[in-house]
Nanobody
């Protein structure tokens, strides 16, 4: 089991950038794939991006492709979500999650991530 803590959210104007961080601790060697999801009020949690930190392979949702980038630090204990050219439709609580042991696929499905952080709010408004 791993412990995840998100940070970096805030309120910004359209067109601005933010970088979210997800600090991962605990038995990190038992996981390979970490993901970012977001949940707007009254809506389901949806996939944003994922990374296999062992291979640096990434997957980004079509809705944010070209604007958002997923990466990790060199120590492989923090995952980032660089968000550029933010739009009001990006407003949501952003959560990071980890897939369980021996699961290496960059999954887009919420149910395939078993450990989650508490989330960080991102609001894009003029």
């Amino acid at each position: 089991q791993v412990h995840l803590v998100e940070s970096g959210g805030g309120t910004v104007q359209p067109g601005a950038s933010l970088r979210l961080s997800c600090a991962v601790s605990g038995r990190t060697t038992t996981t390979s794939v970490w993901g970012w999801f977001r949940q707007a009020p009254g809506k389901e949690r949806t996939f944003v991006g994922a990374i296999n930190w062992r291979t640096d392979d990434t997957l980004i949702a079509d809705s944010v492709k070209g604007r958002f980038i997923v990466s990790t630090d060199d120590a492989k204990n923090t995952m980032y979500l660089q968000m550029n050219n933010l739009e009001p439709g990006d407003t949501a609580v952003y959560h990071c999650g980890a897939r369980p042991y021996l699961r290496y696929t960059l999954s887009t499905q919420v149910e395939e991530y078993t450990d989650w952080g508490q989330g960080t709010q991102v609001t894009v408004s003029s």
